[in-house]
């Protein structure tokens, strides 16, 4: 599978959605509509998957589904790296629970606006493909919710435009103090920086 590159040179962004099963439905548009950055490249994977689910915390995952992330990260090395992924209502507590360090080893996702959440990407690529100063992040958007998935599409117009990932905490801290905060916390704790 191929990425789209739009625009040139640093920052190289990659973002992916349609990462396993069914998430390409909500979040694969998103990338598809997106327009070149004003400053540096941003390389596009809208589906990575459209049929097996396997987590993204599974070791096997960016052997197998997810080979073309790993791919396109060995060819671009982007400093920002965004997933897009979608959760079912059911699951929200779930995944923004306190108590899902414990259960899964990874850090729990902080509640933006309109039920997208933000966390961090699996560990098995974080530390295996990206230096600590890249900026990886993880957007979940509510299925089958249309205001989510508007709210998703805006935040990926503003991140195509990030350029660091100092930038971003300075814009997070501005709009979400709150999560900011902890997504340096979890960060620092993680990733020991
Ligand atoms: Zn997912």
């Known amino acids: 599978m191929k990425y789209k590159v739009m625009g040139d040179g640093d920052p190289i962004r990659l973002f992916v959605g349609g990462l396993h099963g069914n998430e390409w439905m909500d979040t694969s548009d998103i990338l598809e509509k997106l327009e070149p950055p004003t400053v540096g490249s941003l390389a596009v994977i809208p589906v990575v998957c459209k049929e097996k689910y396997v987590s993204t915390l599974k070791e096997s995952y960016y052997r197998t589904l997810g080979k073309p992330i790993i791919q396109a990260v060995e060819e671009l090395r982007p400093s920002i790296y965004i997933e897009f992924h979608s959760y079912s209502k059911q699951n929200q507590k779930m995944l923004t629970g306190t108590d899902r360090i414990h259960k899964t080893g990874v850090p729990a996702y902080s509640q933006l606006d309109n039920d ?12 295996n493909y990206f230096p600590v100063e890249a900026l990886c992040l993880s957007f979940e958007i509510q299925k089958k919710n249309p205001i989510s998935r508007e709210y998703g599409s805006k935040i990926a117009r503003k991140m195509k435009e990030c350029l660091s990932r100092d930038h971003f905490i300075k814009k997070l801290k501005k709009r979400y103090p709150v999560q900011a905060k902890k997504v340096i916390e979890d960060y620092r704790d993680f990733y020991g920086l």
């Open 116 to 127: 997208v959440l933000l966390g961090s990407v699996s560990p098995i690529i974080r530390r």
